[in-house]
């Protein structure tokens, strides 16, 4: 392998990295601008509760049956799909609502210096993420 093959994948991995831990850092912002939405006293859930169990409902049984395959024991499998079923609709919820958010205003609220740091904070963390759990 020449120098500049060897110069080119290293360019192609430092931009994979770069994107998957601004994308992560974008949801994990997200996140927290839902958070504050959803625990803000003037706001309420965005969806209705129904939708809320149907996304846990499919997260826990794609999650359950694919731990299952996977080879953990079936109670093991149960009680992990709930924790990720829990944690996904959480997810899905604080970004959704993060969105509305954003898209009625709220970020007039915080003042840009807010905004960068907890941006900067979220790179940091999606990058330890990334190289510790995600290893992509």
Same mark, same amino acid.
């Given at each position: 392998?020449?120098?500049?093959?060897?110069?080119?994948?290293?360019? &192609?991995?430092?931009?994979?990295?770069?994107?998957?831990?601004?994308?992560?850092?974008?949801?994990?912002? /997200?996140?927290? =601008?839902?958070?504050?939405?959803?625990?803000?006293?003037?706001?309420? =859930?965005?969806?209705?509760?129904?939708?809320?169990?149907?996304?846990?409902? =499919?997260?826990?049984?794609?999650?359950?049956?694919?731990?299952?395959?996977?080879? %953990? #024991?079936?109670?093991?499998?149960?009680?992990?799909?709930?924790?990720?079923?829990?944690?996904?609709?959480? =997810? &899905?919820? %604080?970004?959704?609502?993060?969105?509305?958010?954003?898209?009625? #205003?709220?970020?007039?609220? /915080?003042? /840009?210096?807010?905004?960068?740091?907890?941006?900067?904070?979220?790179?940091?963390?999606?990058?330890?993420?990334?190289?510790?759990?995600?290893? &992509?």
């Amino acid at each position: 392998m020449s120098a500049f093959g060897a110069v080119r994948g290293a360019g &192609i991995a430092v931009a994979r990295a770069f994107a998957v831990t601004v994308t992560m850092a974008a949801l994990m912002m /997200l996140m927290a =601008l839902g958070f504050m939405h959803l625990l803000s006293g003037e706001a309420s =859930l965005p969806v209705s509760t129904a939708i809320v169990l149907v996304v846990f409902a =499919l997260s826990f049984v794609a999650s359950a049956v694919l731990l299952d395959r996977a080879g %953990t #024991g079936q109670v093991q499998s149960l009680i992990a799909g709930a924790v990720i079923a829990m944690g996904m609709t959480i =997810l &899905i919820l %604080t970004v959704y609502s993060g969105i509305i958010f954003v898209q009625n #205003g709220g970020l007039d609220s /915080l003042d /840009l210096e807010t905004l960068l740091y907890g941006f900067a904070a979220s790179l940091i963390v999606s990058v330890i993420v990334d190289r510790l759990v995600l290893k &992509i």
